[in-house]
Every structure is written in structure tokens, then in C-alpha cells.
């Protein structure tokens, strides 16, 4: 383990169930043996369906034959068939999606979720996804947008002009460099559609993207490096959030076991090597040793995020608008769009807010509550959260 890297405690069931997800087989039966099954699984249960990540924790445990409480053991089963059927689903429409836009010529690749299955799971147990995120150029994203919609598909957030909608995002700190638009149809096929990844060159990605047969057809994915980098990516903008990343971190033991050592060998934005060493550092500090293996010792910001990564894991979430406060380029976002249209602004903040499932608060009582946490958080935690901002700065 990298010298200073802080011990979990294991008694914290978020914790421990992030251990049962990502520690070496060779420690799962002494885990499985401590735990007093009519107490714990159900608040481990929650928790998998809450992360999303149910059907790896079945696919750990069917490995070791380990038998759940009746009840229980009925209850992941369910989850999981409903989980990997709407999975098959989704991967159906991509294949059928991606033939069409490269029937249209247009170059296109499935990432994240599609990529995992496709390069790390073989299409098949272990893995769930709920959504299909693709990458087109930024010289296509208008043309694929179209030809999506002729197929159906709708934005998320509601009729909003184009122009006005990737000037929202350009200027909005929480898409952290990124541009892209959620659509979905009828049927509830879901598609994220991007053009822009933060500081990535989508035309590399897209150039050494490979196919891959998929759910009784082939789509291009991209290659299992570019996979680690954009996990890791993905796992930053989300500022470190447990909820937001567990199936991050599985994923980024997948890759690492697959590239070996190639995994220090990244092309991306500046901030790459630091966001999968950090991630290295945070698996390495649930028990999944084999991870300190791939790289070399954490370095004091790795350390100081993985910190950040363990009070959020036992404590909760912090308040993400405290990273604003240490960003420049954030600061600068905000006040670009409230100059362009400040009732305009606000209106799509709160329709993005509805989207994902988040509260609306008026703009007085986010600087409130920003102000609070300001307030009650320790210099060290706000010297983690200083850390996450330059480095997502790196990364956009």
C-alpha cells in the first residue's frame, strides 16, 4: 500500500460494502464470513441498488457459491434480471443506433458503459447499463442530433433552441468542459449523445476506436485505454461522490487488470495521469491491493483526494459548489451566463436540476447553504476540495 494512505474502517457498511464489491478473491470468503447476514444485507443490498452495481455484487457471490437469506436472495435476483434485461435493451438500440449513424457517415463510438461490457465483460454478467453514451465529432454533433430525432428521440430537458442550449452548457460549471445532450424515446431507449469531452480529442478517440460484437451485432467502442482514461474523467467531474462513482471504481479495476502496466501509458488532458492515480490510491485503500501494482506510489494530491473520497464514503456528500469557489474557470463560466441572460440562465438550471433528479433551490439559498458549509468545513477538507477543483481545471 503507498505509504500514508489511510486505513478504512471496516466497520462502516458503506465501507465494507465497497470492499465486498472491489477486495482481491482471495479475501472475499474471510468478508463474507464476518458478516451477520439477517442485519447486514439489507442495508448492503440498498445500498448495490443505490450505486447501481447490483449485478456485480450477485456475480461476486455466485463466484464463491455464498447463500443469502432467503428473502434477500430473492430480492437480488429480481433486481438483477430486471437490471440486465433493460441492459439487453439498451444495447440492442445501440447497435441498431450506431448503424445508423454510420450508414449516414458518421463516425461514431460507444463509451463507459457500452465499452465495459463490450471489452470487460464480454457482453455479458457482472455489469448493468442504463444508458447509451456515444461520441461523434463536434463537426457531426449537429447532424447526429438530427438524425436521432428523426428516429424518435427527444431531448431530455424539453424543446430548447440549439444554440441556446450548447451555450448553456458552455457556460455551466457542472458539465466541467463537457458537451453533449440527453435524449430519449418512446420506449425509454436512453442516449447521451457527446461531441465534446472535456480536454480529450474526440477525433483520437474516435480514430482508435475498434468494433466489437454486441448483443447479436457489432458497434465501435473505444479502446480499453482511452476506456480507464475517460472512467477516471467521468469519476472527477463527479467530484468523487460514492453514489456518483462506485461502478467507476469497479470499472477501473477492470481496466487496470487488463492494461497491466500500459495503464501509465495515457494520451489526454493534462489532469489524466492524476485522476486514475488517485483512483488507483482510493481502490487500493478499499483492499484492492493488486492496484498499487499497476502504477507507482500515490503522490501527496492523489492521497489528499482519496482522503476527500473516504470522508464522503463515511460522512456523505460534500457540498459541490464548495469546488467553485477554488475555480477560476468555473467563476468565469458562471458569470458569462448570468451575463447572457440571467432569467434565461437560471430557467435552464432549474430544468437540468429537474432532469437529474435534483432539488431546485433559488440562487439566494444556494449561496446560503454554500456559505454554511463554507463555514463548517476544516481547513484540510477544504484544502481537498481546493485539490479537486485545479485538478478538474486539468481535465477540462
Not at 480499453?224 to 456518483?244: K, M, Q, S, Y
Amino acid at each position: 500500500m503507498p505509504q500514508g494512505t489511510p486505513q478504512l474502517g471496516r466497520s462502516d457498511p458503506r465501507t465494507r460494502t465497497m470492499r465486498l464489491l472491489v477486495a482481491p478473491d482471495a479475501e472475499l470468503p474471510g468478508l463474507l464470513g464476518g458478516l451477520d447476514s439477517e442485519s447486514c444485507w439489507p442495508e448492503i443490498l440498498n445500498l448495490c441498488e443505490r450505486w447501481r452495481v447490483l449485478p456485480t455484487l450477485a456475480a461476486r457471490l455466485a463466484s464463491f457459491r455464498h447463500l443469502l437469506p432467503a428473502i434477500q436472495a430473492a430480492r437480488l435476483r429480481h433486481a438483477v434480471l430486471e437490471q440486465m434485461v433493460n441492459s439487453s435493451r439498451q444495447l440492442r438500440a445501440a447497435t441498431a443506433v450506431h448503424q445508423a449513424l454510420q450508414d449516414a457517415g458518421i463516425t461514431v463510438a460507444a463509451f463507459k458503459g457500452v465499452a465495459v461490457l463490450a471489452l470487460l465483460h464480454a457482453g455479458g454478467a457482472g455489469r448493468s447499463i442504463g444508458d447509451i453514451d456515444l461520441l461523434v465529432t463536434p463537426e457531426e454533433a449537429t447532424r447526429a442530433i438530427e438524425l436521432l430525432q428523426a428516429r424518435g428521440f427527444r431531448p431530455k430537458i424539453g424543446p430548447i433552441p440549439p444554440a441556446e442550449y450548447v451555450a448553456f452548457i458552455r457556460n455551466s460549471p457542472g458539465s466541467a468542459g463537457n458537451e453533449a445532450i440527453s435524449l430519449v424515446d418512446l420506449t425509454g431507449i436512453d442516449i447521451d449523445l457527446h461531441w465534446k469531452l472535456g480536454g480529450f480529442d474526440a477525433q483520437h478517440l474516435l480514430a482508435r476506436s475498434r468494433q466489437m460484437p454486441v448483443a447479436g451485432g457489432t458497434l465501435r467502442v473505444v479502446g480499453p485505454l482511452d476506456g480507464l482514461c475517460l472512467t477516471a474523467h467521468h469519476a472527477l467531474r463527479n467530484d468523487l461522490v460514492p453514489d456518483a462513482i462506485a461502478r467507476d471504481l469497479i470499472d477501473t479495476q477492470g481496466w487496470l487488470r487488463l492494461l497491466g502496466n500500459a495503464a501509465v501509458d495515457v494520451d489526454g488532458p493534462a489532469g489524466i495521469p492524476a485522476a486514475i492515480e488517485t483512483l488507483r490510491c482510493i481502490l487500493v485503500q478499499l483492499g484492492a491491493t493488486e492496484a498499487a501494482e499497476t502504477g507507482p506510489a500515490a503522490s501527496t494530491a492523489a492521497r489528499r483526494l482519496a482522503e476527500l473520497y473516504t470522508h464522503q464514503l463515511a460522512h456523505g456528500p460534500i457540498n459541490t459548489d464548495l469546488a467553485y469557489l477554488f475555480s477560476g474557470l468555473a467563476a468565469q463560466k458562471i458569470v458569462r451566463g448570468l451575463w447572457r441572460s440571467r432569467h434565461r440562465y437560471r430557467v435552464l438550471m432549474q430544468a437540468f436540476e429537474r432532469v437529474n433528479g435534483e432539488p431546485s433551490t433559488t440562487l439566494l439559498q444556494r449561496m446560503l447553504r454554500l456559505w454554511a458549509s463554507l463555514l463548517q468545513s476544516p481547513p484540510a477538507r477544504l484544502w481537498q476540495v481546493r485539490t479537486l477543483s485545479r485538478l478538474k481545471e486539468d481535465l477540462a
